[in-house]
C-alpha cells in the first residue's frame, strides 16, 4: 500500500535536486523549493514518511531562546507554524497555547530576568513569571519545583505527523516525488562536485544533494569524506491514558530534563533524558528510561500518580557538540547542502526549509542561515544557548 | 472455580449489590441487570461486556477512586465502591449520545481538514473537543496512594509468562530438570483453559480440559521450586529485563529464558454494531457462565466460522440459554442438533441501547431473530504479541523481523513459544511440558 503522497514505481534516472530522508526536514525544504519553482525534485527514504524523529519528537514549538542565533531561526519557524494550515490546505493542529520554562531552582529564577531581556532585544515577546503565577497557569504543579518562569504566549504544540502529511502532500501536488523504501548508499561526486546518489533502487544523478537522513546523516556524511562531530542519541517519550485537561500549555522543565504537554484527546505526552548519549540508532524503548520519566512527572504532578502509561517510544537524533543544527553547504563538496545535527528538529523545520531552499536556489545564504554552517563545528565556534533541555556528557 | 465464593456486598453508584466474594464485578453488575458498562470515547456509544480476559478496553469502571479498572476481570471483594466513567447524566443516558448522530459528519482524520484556514476557529475547537472528550479522571489521591510500588528483582532460570495449560505444564516441566521457575498470570491459574469444553491427554489418559487445567494449577502452587506471581508481564527490554507488575508490587525479572504461554486472543467479527452489549466473544461466554457462574443473557445466536460455534451452543444450552441459530459464516457448518444451522454473515446487531436482535443474511434473504446474546466464536488469534516483542527487540529495528508463528513448537535460545501463543490448534499439554523440560534443562545447565 501506498501513502497519499508517495510516489509509486522506480525513482527516475536524474532530477535537479535529491532530498535524502522523508523526514519533517526532507520534505519541508522539498516543498519550499517547488515553491521557488524547483520541483524536479526527488526525496528518497529508507522507511516510510516520519518514520524517524519526526514522528516520535515532543511536538513542543517555541522560538524564546537565550542566543540570538536560536531565537531568530526559530522565530521564522514559528511564524510559519501559524501559517502552515492554511498555506497546506491540511490543518496541522498547531495550538499556540503557551510555552512555558519552568524555573525549579532559586538559581533558575535568578537567571530569568537577563534571558528574557535577551529575548526581548531579539524581537520575541515573553513574560517572566513569579511562583504564584506559574502555579496559576498549571494548578496541578507541585509547588515545591514551581518557582518561576518564562512564558512565550505564542509558542505552544502542533500535530507532528499532520505537519509531515501536510509538507508531502503539498510537495507532491506541486510535482515532487517521494520514494519510500530506498536505501541510499552513498553521495557520488566526480571532480570534488556532487553528481547525485547511489540507491539500492539504482544511480540518480543530481547537481544537489540534500543530507536530511536524521540519525543516519552522518553515515552519509562518511560516503564523501564530511567529517564532522556528529553523535547518535536516543529520546524516548511515554504517553499516559486521557485526563480531563489540565495543562493547556507546552511545558520544558530543564531542572528535570524534561518536556510535556497535553493533547486535546486528554493524554499527557512527556519525555525526560538523562546526562550523556547511548549513541545508538535503535529505536527501542528502555525500561530504565520509563522509570525515569515516570518516576519525574509524577513528582512534577502529583495529580498523576496511578495514572496508567499507554504507550511509549523512542525516537534517535544525530547531535553535534552545541546541539545547534547544522545547516548549509558542505564543505568542500560543492552540490552538497546539510540540514542535519537536529535535535530540536520538528519545531526548527519550518523555518531552517525555508532558509535552505532559499539558499539552494540563490546561492546566497540568509543571514538568519549563516551562523549554523558546518564550518563551525571543524573551527571549534560553537553557539552557546542556554535553555535547551539537554546536559552535556561533560557537565553531568 | 471461583464461583463458590462467600456473599459479600459492594456500593454500585450508590446502590448496595450481592455479589460472591471473588466473582467479576462485569458478572456482579450483569446479574443485577446493568449491562451498558461504559460509554465509548467519541461518539459516546454504549459498551459492555465483550472479551471478558481484559483485552478488549470496553468495560473501564472506577473502583474504589481509580479509573479505568477492567469489570471483566477484576474480582469482587467485597465493601468497595463501583462507579461508571463515561455518561451524562449516567451512563445509561447519555446526553453526549447525539454526538453519535454527527458521526457521518466526522469521518476518521476530519480534523486535519477542519477550518484549515482559520486558525484561530480550529484552535478554539480544539479546546471543544478536549472539554468534551478529554473525559479521563485522575485517581483519587488514596487510589493513587494504593498504586505505589514496591520494586524487587528475580533471577529465575526460567519465566513463564502465561499460567493457562500450556503455561503451567511448561512451567512443570522446566521445575522438574532443577530449574528455578517463575510463572506470571493475571487472575485465577488455568486462564481461559478453566472455562473450555473439551479434552485433553496427559499422563496417559484422556482428560476433560478445565478440570486438567485446575489440577495443573494445583501443582503449580504446590511445586517449591516454581514462584507464582498474580501480575502481568509488562514488556521485554532490550537489557532482558521483564517488569512485572501486580498489585503494589514491580517486580524486575530477569530470566535466563522466556517461555511465552500467552494463549490466543478472540477475534470479533466485522458487522454494524458490533460494539453492542450483548455482542460478547466467546471466551467471555464461556467465563461468564462456567467461572463466574452468572447466566445473564436468555436468548442466543451464536456466529462461528469453525468448530466453536457448536462448542458454545452446547455451552450456552447447558447453561439454560436458547440457542435460537448458530450462523456459519465462511460456508462452515455444524452438527449440533437443536438450534437452527444458517450458513450465511451477521447483516447487523440491532438495539438502541443493548442487542435486541440480530439479522442474518442468508443467501438473498435477510431473517432477524430476537436475541440478547450474540455470541462470536471465530477462530481464535495467538497472543503473540510478547514473543514477536523479544523478536523484534533482539533485532532493534522495527522494520527487519518477520513475525508470525507457524504452530510447531517455538524453541530458540532465550525464547520459547508454547500452546495457542505459538499458533497450536490443539491443547498439548505434555508437548508443552517437553518444551518446558528442554528449556529448563538448558537454563539450569547455563546458569550453572
Redesign the interface.
Known amino acids: 500500500m501506498t501513502l497519499p503522497g508517495v510516489t509509486a514505481g522506480p525513482p527516475a534516472s536524474s532530477y535537479d535536486v535529491v532530498i535524502v530522508g522523508a523526514g519533517v526536514q526532507g520534505l519541508a525544504t522539498a516543498y519550499e523549493l517547488a515553491r521557488r519553482g524547483v520541483t524536479n525534485v526527488a526525496v528518497v527514504d529508507r ?1 516510510w514518511p516520519g518514520g524517524g524523529a519526526s514522528g516520535r519528537n515532543g511536538e513542543m514549538i517555541r522560538s524564546a531562546f537565550s542566543s540570538r542565533e536560536w531565537t531568530q531561526l526559530f522565530e521564522l519557524s514559528l511564524k510559519r507554524f ?1 501559517e502552515l ?2 498555506e ?10 503557551g510555552y512555558l520554562v519552568l524555573a525549579s531552582t532559586e538559581e533558575e529564577v535568578a537567571g530569568q530576568d537577563a534571558i528574557a531581556a535577551a529575548q526581548a532585544a531579539y524581537g520575541v515577546e515573553t513574560e517572566v513569571l513569579g511562583a504564584a503565577q506559574v502555579r496559576k497557569l498549571v494548578p496541578h504543579l507541585n509547588p515545591d519545583l514551581a518557582l518561576g518562569g518564562i512564558l512565550q504566549r505564542k509558542g505552544g504544540f502542533a500535530h507532528h505527523d ?1 505537519v509531515v ?2 509538507y508531502l502532500r503539498a510537495a507532491a501536488r506541486a510535482g515532487v516525488s517521494v520514494f519510500s523504501g530506498i536505501d541510499v548508499l552513498g553521495v557520488t561526486t566526480a571532480g570534488g562536485r556532487v553528481t547525485g546518489v547511489r540507491t539500492s533502487a539504482g544511480d540518480i544523478a543530481a547537481d544537489v544533494v540534500v543530507n536530511a537522513a536524521g540519525t543516519t546523516s552522518d553515515d552519509l556524511n562518511q560516503t564523501v569524506g564530511v567529517e564532522l562531530p556528529l553523535i547518535k542519541a536516543r529520546l524516548e517519550m511515554i504517553v499516559t ?6 495543562l493547556s500549555c507546552a511545558l520544558a522543565s530543564p531542572h528535570m530534563l524534561g518536556y510535556c504537554h ?1 493533547t ?3 493524554e499527557f505526552v512527556g519525555g525526560t533524558e538523562r546526562p550523556g548519549a547511548d549513541e ?1 540508532d ?7 528510561m520509563l522509570r525515569d520519566t515516570a518516576t519525574k512527572w509524577v513528582k512534577l504532578f502529583p ?6 502509561i499507554l504507550r511509549s517510544w523512542a525516537g534517535t537524533v544525530s547531535q553535534t557538540p552545541d546541539f545547534a543544527p547544522v545547516l548549509g553547504e558542505a564543505p568542500g563538496v560543492p552540490g552538497y547542502w546539510l540540514s542535519v545535527g537536529w535535535i530540536y528538529g520538528f519545531m526548527g523545520a519550518p523555518g531552517a526549509a525555508q532558509l535552505l531552499a532559499e539558499a539552494i536556489t540563490t546561492g546566497r545564504v540568509p543571514d538568519t542561515m549563516a551562523p549554523f554552517g558546518a564550518q563551525r563545528l571543524l573551527d571549534g565556534r560553537l553557539i552557546e544557548e542556554n535553555t535547551l533541555v539537554v546536559i552535556s556528557e561533560e557537565a553531568s | 472455580m471461583t464461583s463458590a465464593g462467600e456473599k459479600v456486598t459492594f456500593t454500585f453508584e450508590g446502590r448496595t449489590l450481592t455479589a460472591r466474594r471473588g466473582q467479576s464485578v462485569a458478572s456482579a453488575l450483569m446479574q443485577s441487570g446493568t449491562t451498558v458498562l461504559t460509554r465509548s ?1 467519541k461518539y459516546r456509544r454504549p459498551r459492555g461486556y465483550t472479551c471478558g480476559y481484559d483485552v478488549c478496553g470496553s468495560c473501564p469502571v472506577t473502583v474504589d477512586g ?1 479509573p ?1 479498572v477492567s469489570a471483566c476481570s477484576t474480582p469482587v471483594q467485597g465493601g468497595e465502591s463501583v462507579d461508571r466513567e463515561r455518561g451524562w447524566p449516567s451512563a445509561d443516558r447519555d446526553v453526549m449520545r447525539v454526538s453519535d448522530l454527527m458521526a457521518p459528519l466526522l469521518p476518521a482524520g476530519f ?7 482559520h ?1 484561530r476557529l ?2 478554539l475547537a ?2 471543544v ?3 468534551v ?7 483519587t489521591a488514596e ?6 510500588t514496591l520494586t524487587s528483582t528475580a533471577r529465575p532460570d526460567v519465566l513463564v509468562v502465561g499460567g493457562g495449560l500450556s503455561g503451567c505444564a511448561a512451567a512443570l516441566g522446566a521445575a522438574s530438570t532443577g530449574a528455578s521457575v517463575a510463572l506470571v498470570h493475571r487472575g485465577p491459574l488455568g486462564g481461559r483453559a478453566l472455562a473450555r469444553s473439551g479434552s485433553a491427554a496427559w499422563e496417559g489418559t484422556t482428560t476433560p480440559v478445565a478440570a486438567l487445567a485446575a489440577r495443573l494449577a494445583d501443582e503449580v502452587r504446590a511445586h517449591e521450586a516454581i514462584d507464582v506471581l498474580d501480575g502481568t508481564a509488562l ?1 521485554w ?3 532482558g ?1 521483564v ?1 512485572v507488575v501486580g498489585g503494589d508490587r514491580v517486580v ?1 525479572m530477569w530470566p535466563t529464558q522466556l517461555v511465552v504461554a500467552t494463549g490466543s486472543y478472540d477475534v470479533p467479527g466485522l458487522f454494524p454494531g458490533n460494539d453492542k452489549p450483548g455482542v460478547v466473544l466467546a471466551d467471555g461466554v464461556s467465563k461468564m457462565l462456567r467461572v463466574d457462574g452468572v447466566v445473564p443473557w436468555r436468548r442466543a445466536v451464536v456466529l462461528t466460522d469453525c468448530e466453536r460455534g457448536d462448542v458454545l451452543a452446547a455451552q450456552l444450552r447447558e447453561a439454560g440459554v436458547e440457542v435460537v441459530a448458530v450462523v456459519h459464516q465462511d460456508g462452515a457448518d455444524g452438527t449440533l442438533p437443536g438450534p437452527r444451522h444458517l450458513t450465511g454473515r451477521i447483516e447487523a446487531a440491532r438495539g438502541l441501547k443493548t442487542l435486541r436482535a440480530v439479522d442474518v443474511r442468508v443467501g438473498g434473504r435477510v431473517e432477524t431473530f430476537d436475541t440478547d446474546l450474540l455470541c462470536v466464536a471465530l477462530r481464535e488469534r495467538p497472543a503473540d504479541d510478547l514473543a514477536l516483542q523479544w523478536r523484534y ?1 533482539s533485532a ?4 527487519s523481523v518477520a513475525g508470525g508463528w507457524s504452530g510447531a513448537p517455538v524453541d530458540e535460545d532465550g525464547l520459547a513459544v508454547v500452546g495457542s501463543a505459538a499458533g497450536w490448534l490443539e491443547d498439548d499439554p505434555e508437548q508443552a511440558r517437553a518444551v518446558g523440560e528442554a528449556v529448563g534443562a538448558r537454563a539450569a545447565g547455563v546458569a550453572r
Open positions: 522507511s501559524a494550515s492554511a497546506l490546505d491540511f490543518n496541522i493542529l498547531f495550538s499556540p497555547s499532520a502529511w501536510g491514558e486521557p485526563v480531563k485537561p489540565f497535553q486535546a484527546r486528554g545508538t535503535s529505536l527501542n524503548t528502555t525500561y530504565h495529580s498523576l500518580a496511578g495514572v496508567r | 470515547f481509580l479505568g480534523q486535519f481538514r477542519l477550518f484549515r484556514s486558525p480550529a484552535h480544539e479546546k473537543m478536549a472539554r472528550a478529554g473525559a479521563g479522571r485522575f485517581p487510589a493513587a496512594a494504593a498504586t505505589r514488556s527490554f532490550e537489557t529485563v517488569p524486575d527487540v532493534g529495528s522495527p522494520t
